[in-house]
């Protein structure tokens, strides 16, 4: 599976977020975009990972930029997150997992018991104001993606 590059034209997608609102990708050209991708809703690293961006977002939003988190989970699945923990951004819905394999995150992970399975390699990417990948950070911790994403923004 190809890997996205800096300078490269971020995969274009349409889907529904936690409002149950369609949601595409170039909806927000002239914006920068940190689309970060995640395994599962309510999960220790995945709920500091989205609260870390909870904590930044209004630095975000002063970059004229904004926060999209996917994972494979459901409508109400993020519905039930965001509400938890008073997420201020959109969580998309991609259970037919299609964003996740535009984007190559989708892939064989293994379970500390040595088991392999297919899942969300945690990932994020900033997407400049035309719709160019800005920053890549595949398999990147909750917390470095938070940092490095108000960094590649900034």
Known sequence: MAEIKVGDAAPQFETVDDHNK???LSDFLGKKVVLYFY??????GCTRQACGFRDIY???????AVVL??????LESH???RDKFSLPFPLLVDEDRKICEAYGVWRERERPTGEKFMGVA???FVIDENGKVADVQYNVSPEDSVTKGLEAVS
Do not use: L
């Open 22 to 24: 369609k949601v595409s």
């Open 39 to 44: 395994p599962k809703d309510d999960t220790p």
């Open 58 to 64: 209004g630095g975000i939003e002063e970059k004229n």
């Open 69 to 74: 988190g996917v994972s494979p989970d459901g």
């Open 79 to 81: 519905q039930a997150f």
């Open 122 to 124: 945690r990932s994020h």
